[in-house]
């Protein structure tokens, strides 16, 4: 693998770099629209389509704006997008029903985009915390995380975005058996085509904050996730959950967050050889928009060197809430 280098003069690693057609040449990775799923916030609640203020450029968007989200993507060549619904406050409740509502805002706006630009492909999120009353991505009792009682929620939820038309079901929630689970319902209803991108390796992250504003869980969550997502000190138990994932059932991975987690998803992809995703997430996006809002650096420029890092760890595709910009900036070359 590591040829060794004849002594300089011979080697004189600069004669690559000289001009761009050399460093085109010589390029090892590239980002290419076809890499990117862009996560879009909806809301059925009035007032509520606007900019997330943590999110700069990140608006929240109702059934009309979805679907001129999903025009945009089409016409940009994004393949994918993944919705996440801002919940009217009124309809959380401690047992989640609404989650499988199959008119539920979600399964409305998929139904809508399927029928309108089917040709891009509609990613969902399986978790119970934007219809939950205390925040959680599971069912609570007595301050504990119920998991077998989640996972049949999760199920209920999985088989009603299956039913509305979704291509990619995104289960983001960490309870065990939730994988294997989801995959016999969905082979038992005949869904047997509908894939499934397991959030495997999740971690407990503070880079999650601005989302939670973004889909109304701040106020609600009460304590932390830690009993169900991962320690952020650990790496070899990404491995094993990624394998227990593709174990039952799993078709992709994704590592989330993404710039934290890279030495993540390049051990996944080199122990797994599967489609492999990483999520940059709204903290993520936060910094990065942010802080070319106030001019401290070129926003165009980080955002096309931090997608470039995902490839370059070995990810297949990342989702981004920068992903229309990015597919913007591709074609302009
Ligand atoms: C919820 C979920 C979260 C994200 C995606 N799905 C937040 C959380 O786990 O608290 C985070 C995405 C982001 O920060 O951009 N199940």
Redesign the pocket.
Known sequence: MHPILPPFPQTRLRRMRRTPALRDLAQEHRLSVKDLIW?IFITDVPGADIEVSSMPGVVRRTLDGALRAAEEAAELGIPAICL?PYTDPALKTETCEEAWNPDNLSNRVIRAIKARVPEVAIMT?I?L?PYNANGH?GLVKDGVILNDETVECLVKMALAQADAGADILGP??MMDGRIGAMRAALEAAGHTDVTILS?AA?YASA??G???DAVG?SGALKGD?KTY?MNPANADEALRLVARDLSEGADMVMV??GMPYLDICRRVKDAFGVPTFA?Q???E?AMIAGAARNGWVNGPQVMMESLLAFKRAGCDGVLT?FAPDAARALRAG
């Open positions: 996560p996440f999120d978790a915390d991505d983001s929630d959030y999740k880079f999650y601005p989302f939670r869980a996730k997502q989330k967050p999520y997430v709204s903290g996006y809430y």
